[in-house]
């Protein structure tokens, strides 16, 4: 376990999908492929939102972005996340909870633009 996440090997177990697991793993570590990483190696011109002008990295996509919103309010019900506004943590500890809200975090990411 690391903080409230659980180790990747329990992770898997849950998922049994190799592909799904590698994104929970670029998701924890914050190496999901966004403008803002990509940017970090120069290898993309700006690391800033269109939308809203901060820094395109995954926090900001699946916690702040403009763009998302409608997405993560239906997200945030059904993961029972009661705060607007709370941190990367705080959503991994929610979504760690048990294999129900990782199954409900994974089919929610396809609404996100993320890689």
């Known amino acids: 376990m ?11 177990k849950w998922t049994k999908n190799r592909v799904q697991d590698r994104l929970i793993a670029r998701i ?13 190696f120069n290898l993309h011109p700006d690391p800033l939102c ?3 002008n901060e820094n395109n990295d995954i926090s900001h996509i699946l916690l702040k972005c403009k763009k998302y919103a409608s997405f993560r309010v239906i997200l945030w019900n059904k ?3 009661v705060e607007p506004n709370i941190t990367y943590e705080v ?11 990782l199954t409900i975090f994974i089919q929610a990411l396809k609404y996100f633009d993320i890689s």
């Open 50 to 52: 269109i939308v809203c």
């Open 79 to 81: 993961l029972n996340i």
């Open 91 to 101: 959503l991994l500890s929610h979504v760690f909870t048990n294999k129900k809200n």
């Open 2 to 12: 690391i903080g409230n996440v659980p180790d990747i090997i329990t992770i898997s």
């Open 28 to 40: 924890i570590s914050k190496t999901i492929i966004t403008p803002g990483l990509l940017h970090r």
